[in-house]
């Protein structure tokens, strides 16, 4: 029974898909862009009132607060900072974890110097996380949102280069002593 209602359903999406097909579903959604209900130009290539009103009418909606989409460059961007914060935050909690299993090491240097690599990677993953929150805020309309959106994507991109720089040294000086100890890579 189960395999029937399935091949049904494979099968009325299938028509679906015939019948309006996945590329003109995506052209539907790209014509939502603004366009002018009248032409812009006259005859005489001069700009026209109508248009001139319309366009007034719509900076009258974005100075009133009215929300505007993001432009696709908005989206990708708003998107990556956050993907980055993800990804930062499971490095920090995998590099946590191993520092635990560390611990049961003897070599009491390396454990110091893998705790210090993990709060930097902690440091990256709150400045990465400040910054994707800012970035969220800047993308707003909101003039005042927009600056403490900027404000705090600044103090998040120093709390990652701090942290960055920290890890840098703290890695270097684990590489120095494992070409020490000859360890094989």
Known sequence: MKGKTLSNATAYANRINMRYGAKSMLSKKRSKRYRFREPILDHNGDVTKESINELQTKLNKVNNGEKLALSSAESKVLTGVWVQFVG??????????????????????????????????????????????????????????????????????????????????????????????????
């Open 88 to 185: 930062t935050f499971i490095e920090a909690m995998g590099t946590t974890e191993e520092l635990q299993e560390l611990k049961e090491e003897e070599d009491q240097e390396a454990i110091l110097l893998e705790r210090q690599a993990v709060v930097a990677i902690w440091l990256q993953t709150i400045g990465s996380g400040l910054s994707a929150f800012g970035y969220s805020l800047e993308v707003s309309r909101d003039e005042e949102k927009e600056i403490q959106g900027r404000k705090l994507g600044i103090i998040g991109s120093w709390f990652e280069a701090y942290g960055l720089a920290v890890e840098a040294i703290v890695e270097t000086a684990l590489l120095k002593a494992d070409i020490e100890e000859q360890v094989p890579f």
